[in-house]
Structures are given as C-alpha cells and as structure tokens.
C-alpha cells in the first residue's frame, strides 16, 4: 500500500491538543478466520487489522500484562451486529492498555484528524465567533488568498444565511461544518454589513492554513519580531522559514516565539523548525519498544543567531515540547511562562480498511540532554503565570497576544534586551559568534 511519509497528527484529550506520529500502515495478512469475514465485508477484518498493529507496534511488550493473543480471539470471536457494535468492542479492549494516546477513530474522527494535520481545508475561509452578548455568527477574519478574501468579506460581518439557512441559534461548530466543503463546490453567504444585507455567491476552494503568524514591533530601543506559532501542520515548516527571513529583512534584534497553547503536531515540521535555530546539538532521542535508540541532531542549518525567548504554557504540548526542549538544553532560548503539558510518548497512525484508523503508541521520547518530561513537562527558564483575569482577557481577545497587554511578551522583551545588550558585548571584547546571517 502506499507509504506515507513520516509526520503527527493532532487529537483532542481533555483541554489539550496532543501529538502523534504517522509511520507508514504496512499490515500482516490476515488469518483464514478473517479473510472469510473479509469476504462477508464484516467489521471483524478491521478489528483485527488494528490488532494486528498494535500487536506489531506497541511501545509495551506486556501490553500491560495483558494476554494480547486472547484479546484477539475475544475480538474476532463474537457475531457484530453493526460496525458501531465492533468499534465499541475494539475500544473496550484499548482501555486494557490503559494508555489514552493508542485509541480507535471511526472514519468521520479520522478524516477529521487528517485533515487538521494537512495544513488545509476546503471552504471559503472565513473564521467565525459567535457574539458574546447577541450570539449571532460573526467574521473573525477571512483567511488570505481565500474565495471570502476575494469576496471582500470583512472582520466584523454578520453571518445571517448558508445556502439559505438561518444561522440564528447555531453553533460555530455547526456553521463551520456547513461552510465546509470540496473544493469547485458553490456556497451563497448572506451577510449583513453597516445595517445592510449582502448576498454572496462563493466557490469553495481548498485554503492553506496560517499555522505561523507575526509581526514587527518597536519596544524601546529594540526591534522584536514577535511569532506565534498554533500548530505543527505540515505547512508550518515553511511558514517558519518565510517568517524569519521577513522578520530578517526587518532588522529585528530578536525574536519572541509564542508557543502558548500549542497542541502540538507534525514531529518532521518541529525537526525542521529546530533546524532553522539550533545550528549544532541534539534535537531529541527516542526509544522504542526493543530498546532501539534514535537521536535526531542539527544539522548546521540554522537561520540566525539573534536573541530567541520561547512563550510557554500548560497546553504547549508534545511537539511544542520538543522544540522547547531542543532550544532550551542547547541554550538556544530563554524558555518564559508556566510548565508545559508534559506529553513524552509518540504514537503512530495508521488507516484502516473502511476509512477509521488508529493511533498506538510506539516510543518514549527525550530532550537532547535525556530528561523524561512524561507527566512532568518542561521547567521555564523564568516563571510567569498570569492571573485567572489575565488570561481571560487574552484569550477572548487574542489581538492583544504579543502586545505591551500581554504580561507574558513584556517579560520577554525585558529578557530579550538583556540578552541582545550581552551579545552586543561579547561582540565588542572580541569574542566569536557563529557565521550567519542575521
């Protein structure tokens, strides 16, 4: 079957966002039991393609001292009436392992993962709120070089009508999943602007998502390329790199990178990331289920040596953590904010025949310099909570994220004119700095 090329993807535990690696789904064939129900087109050729994947590839050998092999025939044993009869079993036994990473998606849960961790969606390209006090739908922003930026909708348009529903009492959720579609399909908007009611013919279309987004301030004496980073999707790599040179282009004297929030992502995009900071060291190490170690490096890459502070929090999560914790044993960054989430192991997904998939734990990871962080997350280098208020007003209003309103991004301007001034030091006593551009 076709391979697929080595990456995370996102999935949802509680209020954290984690992420897992896809590795290539290559499975053993199945028993003459099961290649009869095959043929009967039974739910019970799923069951035990992903038993046979978790058996192939789990981190743990016990299976938490499990009998693994008669799970499997409790399994395939049983008559299913339904599929949602045979998932229910298959999770029933997952929770034997009592490891809430290696779970089964149906296919409406699966699609909805990898299509999250593309990068892209297929739309108009709108973000939605509903109104704190009407509740009505309205434009956060149209995303760029999308059929709603075209259109010339506007931050601040009140969504009335898709294809001619009422949008009253709906939920974002709900109003997204309608928006939502394959991309050359039509869609017509009804939106009311400056007490006027527009009407608007869209054609969907599929739309790269912004996973980086960043700005340029004068904070003193000091230029801060300020970037937030929300996701590790398969285009955030990119992003990255075109950030940096922009912000280069800027003449910034250091950066802000805000991790806060990160669920994590792609592994492959928060390698390549590190890459671009860290010019020489360790990445991270991981260990699989035989004790097979593997350590990913730098690689001499790296962008710029300009002052870096790292933005984290509780939900800064499994690939955000890798990257923390690869600039911060390397001395690359000054690590600000509060403990992050703590989320050391790495999953692998895999598709299964009728569209579900599953997701199985295959390996522990390290920081560069060994710590386990499972459980724990990573210390900040200076810690910075914020109140309950604090945060409140953040987050319902994330333009202030980066600003002189964020008591996190102050303290990691003060941090980052302290760094700056003691490079611009060590310049001035002769001292070597590593050869690239800034």
């Known amino acids: 079957m076709k391979r697929i090329s080595p990456c995370v993807l996102r999935a949802s535990l509680l209020t954290a966002s984690l992420a897992i690696v896809a590795t290539t789904a290559t499975f053993l064939s199945p028993t003459s039991q099961v290649r009869a129900a095959w043929q009967q087109d039974s739910p019970k050729a799923v069951i035990d393609e992903a038993w046979q994947i978790v058996n192939r590839e789990y981190v743990d050998g016990t299976f938490n001292k499990n009998d693994w092999q008669a799970v499997r025939t409790s399994l395939i044993t049983p008559d299913y009436n339904s599929k949602e009869q045979a998932y229910g079993a298959l999770r029933k036994a997952l929770k034997l392992l009592e490891d809430p990473y290696t779970r089964f998606m149906d296919p409406k849960q699966f699609e909805s993962l990898t ?74 908007l009804k939106i009311e602007r400056d007490g006027k009611l527009i009407t608007l013919p869209l054609i969907r279309a599929k739309i790269e998502l912004q996973a980086v987004r960043y700005t340029v301030a004068q904070e ?95 939900n800064s999560a ?41 997701a199985v734990t295959i390996a522990h990871y390290y920081t560069p310099n060994g710590t386990d962080i499972s459980e724990k997350g990573i210390e900040p280098d200076i810690q910075a909570p914020m109140s309950r208020e604090q945060l409140e007003r953040l987050y319902t209003n994330p333009k202030l994220l980066g600003t002189l309103d964020d008591p996190q991004y102050v303290r990691a301007v003060s941090t980052l004119a302290k760094l700056a001034s003691q490079k611009n030091l060590g310049q001035q006593s002769g001292q070597k700095s590593p050869q690239m551009p800034n």
């Open 115 to 188: 299509s999250q961790t593309s990068g892209d969606l297929e739309g108009v390209g709108i973000r939605l709120e509903a109104d704190a006090k009407t509740k009505v739908l309205t434009v956060v922003e149209p995303l760029p070089n999308s059929p709603a930026s075209r259109a010339d909708i506007r931050s601040g348009d009140r969504v009335l009508f898709i294809d001619g529903r009422s949008t009253q009492g709906m939920t974002v959720e709900e109003a997204s999943s309608l928006i939502r579609g394959k991309g050359g399909t039509p869609i017509t």
């Open 220 to 314: 003193g004496s000091m230029r801060v390329g300020f970037m937030r980073l929300n996701e590790f999707s398969s285009h955030a790599a990119d992003q990255m790199r075109q950030a940096i040179k922009a912000l280069k282009k800027e003449r910034v004297d250091g950066f802000v990178l805000d991790l806060r929030g990160n669920p994590g992502g792609l592994l492959q995009a928060s390698i390549e990331i590190s890459r671009m900071w860290i010019d020489q060291g360790g990445i991270v190490k991981t260990v699989n289920r035989k004790g097979g170690k593997e350590e990913t490096v730098a690689n001499r890459t790296a962008m710029t040596d300009l002052p870096l502070v790292v933005l984290v929090d509780k």
């Open 318 to 358: 499994s690939s955000s953590e890798i990257l923390t914790g690869a600039l911060k044993d390397n001395g690359r960054a000054t690590v600000i904010g509060t403990q992050t989430f703590g989320k050391a192991l790495v999953q692998s997904v895999h598709p299964l025949a009728d569209g579900s998939g599953i």
